[in-house]
Antibody
């Protein structure tokens, strides 16, 4: 069974940093591109970033470029999202997701809640 | 950036009814379109990809259609477990989601 389990969320002050992790199991992690998708409270979904299966390529939405860094450790089957210079508008549930054939998101974690507030 | 306009924002329907949700892309996305179902407090689940391909395990009452800039999700014979929010996503050029449709029972 495919499992994606996020950790590392919580309350953080504006301007500070936070790192999310996503532990993957039930599939060959290094065969898949992975992504982070966020959802602000009672709002829609927003793609945040994608990393290729081998970590050689990364892609970001404009609003997080230069502030967020997606990375992966294939030996540990773990995906990361380093979030720096956090803003109140980054408050959301962050989902770890597995790309399906380079396109849609075929598997999702349960989400990690991030609240940016003083 | 490709924008996705989803309609309606909310929908009320009766059990057994057929419902249709639509998404319009700001440019041609060449069938790079997926549909997701999200139940309250849960993570989204993939229903349809490539505009009309049913994801593994998804009931056949769900179907997708469309091309170019216009796409739709149809749910035949609405069941109580279909109460959820539905989102479209284009993945032709990066990733953009529609604003969502909240489906309730009448």
């Amino acid at each position: 069974e495919v499992q994606l389990v996020e950790s590392g969320g919580g309350l953080v002050q504006p301007g500070r940093s936070m790192k999310l992790s996503c532990a993957a199991s039930g599939f060959t992690f290094n065969n898949y591109d992975m992504a982070w998708v966020c959802q602000a409270p009672k709002k829609g979904l927003e793609w945040v970033a994608t990393i290729s299966y081998d970590g050689s390529s990364t892609y970001y939405r404009d609003s997080v470029k230069g502030r967020f860094t997606i990375s992966r450790d294939n030996a540990k089957s773990t995906l990361y999202l380093q979030m720096d210079s956090l803003r109140s508008e980054d408050t959301a549930t962050y989902y770890c997701a597995r790309h399906y054939y380079d396109g849609p998101f075929g598997a999702w974690g349960q989400g990690a809640s991030v609240t940016v507030s003083s | 950036d490709i924008q996705m306009t989803q309609s309606p924002a909310s929908l009320s329907a009766s059990l057994g009814e057929t419902v249709t949700i639509e998404c319009r892309a700001s440019e041609d996305i060449y069938n790079g379109l997926a549909w997701y179902q999200q139940k309250p407090g849960k993570s989204p689940q993939l229903l349809i990809y490539n505009a009309n391909s049913l994801h593994t395990g998804v009931p056949s009452r769900f179907s997708g259609s469309g091309s170019g800039t216009q796409y739709s999700l149809k749910i035949n014979s609405l069941q109580s477990e279909d109460v959820a929010s539905y989102f479209c996503q284009q993945y032709y050029n990066y990733n953009t989601f529609g604003a969502g449709t909240k489906l309730e029972l009448k």
